[in-house]
C-alpha cells in the first residue's frame, strides 16, 4: 500500500525558494514513477513534474522548466521537489502522486496522491 505524505509547503516572497518532500510510508516505493501536480482553487489540476522509478529521466512542464527540480531518494522513499525562483503563479496547492509502470503528465494515470501542500508567493 503506497501512503504519501507531503511536506515543506509555506509562504515564500517572489523569487525565494521552497522544497517540497513526498514521503512514502510503503516498502515499495522505487516500484512507482511518481509525479508532482498543483491545483489552484477553480481550475484543474496542473502537471508539474515527473521523474522515473530510478530517478534518471525527469520531465517538467515549460513554466517551471530550469527552476523547479524533482528527484528522489529510494533508500529514503522520499520524492523532492526544489523550487527556485518562486512566481506568484506558481502559488497554489502541490499534490505528490505516484502510479506503476512509466511516468505521465496525466493525473488521472495516477492511482496514489497525497494530501497537498500549500505554497504560497508574496509579490
Known amino acids: 500500500q503506497v501512503q504519501l505524505v507531503e511536506s515543506g509547503g509555506g509562504s515564500v516572497l517572489a523569487g525565494g525558494s521552497l522544497r517540497l518532500s513526498c514521503v512514502d510510508s510503503g516498502s515499495t516505493f522505487s516500484t512507482y514513477a511518481v509525479g508532482w501536480f498543483r491545483q489552484v482553487p477553480g481550475k484543474e489540476r496542473e502537471f508539474v513534474a515527473t521523474?522515473?522509478?530510478?530517478?534518471?529521466?525527469?520531465d517538467y512542464v515549460d513554466s517551471v522548466r530550469g527552476r523547479f527540480t524533482i528527484s528522489r531518494d529510494n533508500a529514503k522513499s522520499t520524492v523532492y521537489l526544489q523550487m527556485n525562483s518562486l512566481k506568484p503563479e506558481d502559488m497554489a496547492v502541490y499534490y505528490c502522486a505516484a502510479r506503476v509502470g512509466i511516468p505521465s503528465r496525466n493525473s488521472w494515470e495516477f492511482a496514489y496522491w497525497g494530501q497537498g501542500t500549500q505554497v504560497t508567493v508574496f509579490s
Open positions: 521523474i522515473t522509478r530510478s530517478g534518471v529521466i525527469t
